[in-house]
């Protein structure tokens, strides 16, 4: 049993429609190639033997149903996982991502993060490669941040160039919001000695229409996790400068609009000896 399913699916489903998506736009094979190697790779790192394809397609399938109304081809998740991943859109892909992480979530509920991060740590080891990123070793002078500002733009273009994020990637270091209570106000200007000063700085992520929306607010609210593709992707990288890194506790997806998903990310800088995850 699901520990946070309190209604049917077909029922927080119908509380949550996203009629935006609808429409099924065309994924990047790079994108979907390097997210196949990923997701696959560590969901069978989990399960026994080859791991159950055809439970993650029976997954797949009623998901794509419930939630869009549409029947996927039946050997979908076969040709994800070998990496034939030419013709699959949006709605596919969410199918698909939501089926490998409730799998997962549901044969090791208590290595949900810890799934999240090494699916990210992977596809991101795979994004560096492609785009050649030149990360900086620190993250302590202006140079070294304005580096870490141009890899995480060239990432956020990827994956809105992949159909990620349909139309939308801001990483800003200009905060200016509330949170538990507390007013946030820094500036870009003041993030490294604030950083420096206060061992906390802070940063917001803006996605436009993130392909996986919908899972990701169904897994939420009935496993407790959502999938975080591109923000364990960007923990990823703050991680190989020496940063800890990572959207707040309390994020919930529901409570934004489709063109404007909106995390305040908390960054510290790493204590000197300990590795990441």
């Known amino acids: 049993m699901l520990e946070f399913m309190t209604i049917s699916f077909p029922q927080l489903v119908a509380e949550h429609p996203f009629p935006e998506f609808a429409d099924w736009w065309p994924l990047g094979p790079t994108f979907l190639e390097f997210m196949s ?23 797949a399938a009623g998901y794509a149903q419930t939630v869009y ?14 990496k034939r991943v030419a013709h699959i859109h949006s709605g596919e892909f969410d199918a698909l991502s939501y089926a490998f992480y409730r799998s997962a979530f549901e044969i090791r509920p208590e290595e949900k993060r810890p799934f999240t991060q090494r699916v ?7 994004v560096h490669e492609h785009l050649h990123l ?6 302590q002078t202006p140079a070294q941040f304005a580096q870490l500002q ?23 270091f200009n905060v200016n919001v509330t949170h ?16 420096q000063a206060n061992g906390i700085a ?14 990701a607010v169904y897994l939420y609210h009935t496993i407790g996790e959502a999938q975080h593709h591109s923000s364990r992707t960007i923990e990823e990288l703050f991680d190989r400068t ?34 990441g995850a």
């Open 69 to 82: 109304g549409r029947s996927l081809h039946p050997r979908l998740t076969k040709e994800f996982a070998d």
């Open 37 to 59: 190697e990923a997701i696959v790779a560590e969901w069978r790192d989990l399960s026994p033997g080859d791991g159950d394809l055809e439970g993650i397609q029976r997954y």
């Open 134 to 139: 030149d990360l900086p070793p620190k993250l």
């Open 180 to 195: 538990a209570g507390k007013t946030i106000l820094q500036t870009e200007a003041s993030f490294l000695a604030d950083l």
């Open 242 to 275: 020496g940063c800890e890194a990572r959207e707040t506790d309390d994020f919930d997806p529901t409570g934004f609009p489709s063109d404007m998903v909106v995390e305040l990310w908390e960054i510290r800088l790493r204590a000197r000896g300990a590795t």
């Open 202 to 215: 802070y940063a917001l992520y803006e996605m436009g229409y993130p392909v996986i929306l919908p899972s």
């Open 150 to 172: 141009s890899n995480i733009q060239r990432v956020g273009d990827f994956l809105q160039s992949e159909g990620y994020l349909r139309d939308h990637f801001a990483f800003t």
């Open 120 to 126: 990210g740590k992977r596809f991101f080891t795979a």
